[in-house]
């Protein structure tokens, strides 16, 4: 079957069997692994990303439901050179450590911010808490999320 | 242990310092400025872009996917294998079963030789034999994983069961003393502990049990495999570089040095990412196929053939004086291990160092079970020895009527009570006393139960972590200075996020004198020299011993080149320093030559050295062991008998530390892997059939971060002299103590002692 998806605003159309999950071809076909692979079960948030703004387990979901929408992984959030609020504030708070878990905190995070731009803090935590992280960086993650939020909103650090 | 090795303990005892090679201080260790500052991590902006490319994503042309069969019993033998049916389903390139697969030698266990790091020396995939329920039984390879994955569902497997020993209590009865524990006795006595315990005026006696437990790296366990005629390319997620290679080139009958490893990044190891079924399976099926081969194991493929932290049962006695001095301190008690592998789980470790008394009895056996070969973990036998014996301490304290700190304090050794050694540097007392101060625990009511908010019961306790200074042997580093005077320090070591290679890039750029941004450090493949692997918090003490020795190199090398034309003309080593981006006069500032000017005139356009570090006899020498205090303030809800930790703050001493942003991160990291191990962690593991119950991060449950409260971290930064760089390593020492500040706070706010983790809430209704 043939599906076409918009990744990171480039029309992109995959030829796979229909139940294939959006991070296998992510991963696999795209060459986008910025999305990661933790368990495959939907219990680690490790491949978080979004579809049409809204976060999902792309380990779950089936390329056949996504004909023509939108999907936004950590590459569309900028490069290594010109990382986007939500990367710059990730970076300045160092909340990678190993930065297996992080791709995906950010993708939750991000459909957090653009959901609610004052998303407090016990709101960021509650989002966020599908996300696991065993390098244990949890609070600077938190702090990040809330300094990106603030640098969407123009009000700097 | 051998007598050779003691001999040369009881030998080096006498040398003095200054004759045993590297030992003599690092003067760097008391050098500020790049070295401690806040830098952050070189590979963020990579990481957070998505960028950085882990093990599983390399790219290669023709991959072909892997997914692996296990077996459903314990003990016994495969009576039949059928593959037809995944032969034939789409996609399939391969079946291997251990009737196709090529002939591999075992696996040389580790520590058995140097370079030896197979996690058990049991032969993979060889035979029809079945030694653990999970132990893989075929391979499948399929065009794509999810082909790879339906096809492995097909492969029917016949066995025949023999008797397995899968229940601890019934294995416990044959338990017995292993060869050693790392290297020491199993059984290690000071006079007659039994005796004195019994004639001592306070007294307890407790049995302590801890489960197994897994890693859970977020990162899967995964390697892009190649070969190229006899060479072998493995691009995996592993701790231990060099070790890899070389283990895998004797498996499959090649030379070392016809084995490339490569792991520049590592999503989190822990003491997991080493070598398991899974590398050695993908290059074999890569060999029979004549296909690159990527292996990326199911979480539940992960609890099936990567070990854990293995289940234990301890008995802590202790007995006092009126005074508080200890008259007896007994820790023994048992593992369940493998006869196939060597981890015996050190719980009885710290008791050796922690703590003056007139009497000794430290005992550990393990019992022999049939399951997967455990591994290390994240402070393997410091975080669950430290769990049994700073509860106990904390109930002789309350026996006593004493605060546990005060207790402490009247049981500080002033040598290392165990091997009578000198303690290279170490400030426990000052940890409780500054972290205490702190964290207010001048607030705590001894009196349990006494403080109440509404529904929850509201508790202070604290703790003593330890963690031992180690120093591989075996390591190279090299340094190339280039013409325009930037640096490239390398050697085969690992990144998993620690901070490893920010770090090390610090530590160069001020042993060289330049700044960061002329600095590289490269690491993470076996092309460079040799490493040493990290773990035991080792890395950082094993590389610096490396660099410096190469700097020796450097410095002569740099001083034959600069001749008699340079303002350094006639100057020795030892009467130089780093400075400027060049050497430097240590007695006349003026004097100075820029390493690009000395390569300008010698018409070099570059320099490069390369030398091993020397043995680590300091730790012969010295006791050298990083100490903690750890605080947690819980809450116990009294209605439902719920846990939170509401607080925590630990207060180290850990030699100097090397950059306080990737400090913190290490040490609350192992803080809250110690919230996992002394409130929710807990491989389950069924005695009847072998089988782990709870493969998946649905029911073995990680910390989230609801979990996670506020935590404090401190230090005292005190150099160790006999430390390269005065560090002795940090990333094991934070879970270490932490179950028990929680176990006994939360009696302190209920009253009730839970000697067997995790603390769930039905062991407190
Ligand atoms: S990989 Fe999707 S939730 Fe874990
Ligand atoms: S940074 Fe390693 S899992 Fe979160």
């Known amino acids: ?157 | 242990m051998s007598i050779i090795q003691d001999a040369v303990k009881t030998a080096v005892r006498f040398v003095p310092d200054r004759w045993l090679p590297g030992a003599s201080p690092d003067p760097l260790r008391e050098k500020h400025g790049l070295l401690g500052a806040p830098i952050s991590r070189v590979d963020g902006p990579l990481k957070v872009a998505g960028q950085a490319r882990f093990a599983a994503e390399v790219p290669m042309e023709g991959l072909a996917y892997a997914t692996l069969v296990h077996s459903t019993i314990a003990r016994g033998h495969i009576t039949s294998l059928d593959t037809s049916k995944a032969e034939a389903a789409p996609g399939v390139v391969l079946v291997m079963t251990h009737e196709n697969a090529p002939r591999m030698n075992a696996p040389a266990m580790f520590m058995s030789r140097p370079d030896a790091v197979g996690a058990s020396d049991l032969p993979v995939m060889q035979n029809r034999d079945i030694h653990w329920n999970g132990e893989p039984v075929a391979l499948v390879l399929a065009e794509t994983q999810e082909q790879a994955d339906h096809a492995a569902t097909l492969v029917k497997v016949e066995y025949e069961s023999a008797t397995a020993v899968t229940d601890f209590q019934a294995a416990k009865l044959a338990a017995h003393h292993p060869q050693s524990i790392l290297g020491e006795p199993p059984l290690f006595e000071i006079g007659d502990a039994e005796k004195e315990l019994n004639e001592a005026h306070h007294r307890v006696d407790l049995v302590f049990r801890t489960p197994r437990h897994n890693h859970n790296a977020i990162e899967l366990h995964g390697a892009t495999v190649r070969w190229d005629g006899d060479e072998l390319t493995v691009h995996d997620a592993t701790q231990m570089l060099n070790g890899t290679a070389g283990t895998l080139a004797e498996i499959f009958g090649i030379n070392p040095d016809q084995v490339h490893v490569s792991s520049p990044y590592v999503g989190g190891g822990f003491g997991g990412k080493a070598l398991w079924n899974h590398q050695i399976l993908a290059a074999a099926a890569s060999r029979l196929s004549g296909r690159p081969v990527r292996i990326v194991l199911s979480r539940e493929s992960v609890f099936r053939i990567v070990g854990g932290r293995t289940t234990t049962e301890q008995r802590v006695a202790l007995g006092a004086e009126r005074n508080g001095s200890l008259r007896a301190l007994i820790h023994t008690g048992t593992v369940a291990m493998t006869e196939h592998n060597n981890c015996p789980e050190q719980f009885t470790f710290p008791a050796r160092h922690l703590y003056a008394s007139k009497s000794f009895r430290l005992e550990q056996s393990v019992a022999d079970m049939d399951m997967m070969a455990n591994t290390f973990m994240r402070a393997p036998g410091e975080s669950v020895g430290t769990f049994a014996l700073e509860c106990a301490l904390d109930e002789l304290a309350e026996q006593m009527e004493l605060d546990p700190i005060e207790l402490r304090r009247r049981i500080e050794p002033e040598k290392d009570p165990t091997s009578n050694n000198p303690f290279s540097s170490r400030y426990l007392l000052q940890c409780f006393e500054q972290g205490g101060e702190r964290f207010g625990w001048n607030r705590r009511d001894p009196k349990p139960g006494a403080r109440r908010e509404g529904e929850w019961l509201v508790g202070l306790g604290c703790a003593t972590g330890t963690y031992p200074y180690h120093r591989m042997p075996g390591g190279s580093a090299r340094i190339r200075i280039e013409a325009d005077g930037s640096a490239v320090v390398s050697t085969a070591v690992h990144e998993m996020g620690m901070g490893t290679a920010t770090v090390q890039a610090q530590a160069a750029a001020a042993r060289l004198g330049l700044p960061l941004e002329k600095v590289r450090f490269d690491y993470g493949d076996t092309s460079l020299p040799k490493g040493v692997l990290a773990g035991g918090s080792t890395q950082t003490a094993s590389i610096s011993a490396a660099v410096i020795a190469a700097n020796d190199e450097l410095v002569k090398e740099l001083i034959r080149l600069a001749g008699n034309d340079s303002p350094l003309a006639g100057l020795g080593a030892d009467k130089l320093e780093a400075r400027d981006e060049g050497l430097a006069s240590v007695d006349e500032p003026g004097r100075h030559e820029t390493y690009a000017s000395i390569l300008a005139r010698a018409g070099r356009d570059h320099l490069e050295v390369e030398a091993a570090a020397p043995p680590p006899l300091e730790m012969m020498k010295y006791s050298m062991h990083s100490t903690a205090a750890q605080f947690a303030e819980v809450r116990v809800n009294s209605v439902t008998g719920e846990v939170r930790v509401c607080r925590m703050l630990g207060s180290f001493d850990c030699g100097r530390i090397l950059n306080a942003k990737t400090a913190t991160s290490q040490f609350r990291g192992g803080m809250i892997m110690g919230i996992g191990l002394a409130l929710t962690e807990e491989t389950l593991f069924d005695p009847r059939s072998g089988r782990i119950m709870n493969p998946s991060l649905a029911e073995y449950h990680v910390p989230v971060h609801m979990d996670v409260p506020e935590i404090e971290v401190m230090w005292t930064d005190i150099p160790d002299p006999h430390a390269p760089l005065g560090a002795r390593g940090i990333g094991e020492i934070g879970i270490t103590g932490v179950a028990a500040a929680i176990a006994n706070a939360v009696y302190n706010a209920t009253g009730r002692r839970v000697r067997d983790l995790p603390i769930t809430l039905d062991k407190l209704l």
């Open chain 1, 1 to 157: 079957m043939a599906v076409t998806l918009r990744v990171n605003g480039k029309e992109q159309s995959v030829e796979t069997e229909p139940d294939t999950p959006l991070l296998y071809v992510l991963r696999d076909d795209l060459a986008l692994n910025g999305a990661k692979y933790g368990c495959g079960l939907g219990q680690c948030g490790a491949c978080t990303v979004l579809v049409d703004d809204k976060p999902v387990l792309s380990c779950l979901t089936p390329l056949m439901l996504l004909e023509g929408r939108s999907i936004t992984t950590v590459e569309g959030l900028g490069t290594v050179g010109k990382p986007g609020p939500m990367q710059q504030a990730f970076i300045e708070e160092q909340a990678a450590q190993c930065g297996y878990c992080i791709p995906g905190m950010m993708m939750r995070a991000e459909a957090l911010v653009r959901r609610n731009p004052d998303a407090g803090d016990t709101e960021i935590r509650d989002a966020l808490e599908a996300n696991l992280c065993r390098c244990g960086t949890h609070s600077r993650i938190l702090k990040a999320v809330a300094r990106a939020r603030d640098l969407k909103r123009g009000g700097g650090a």
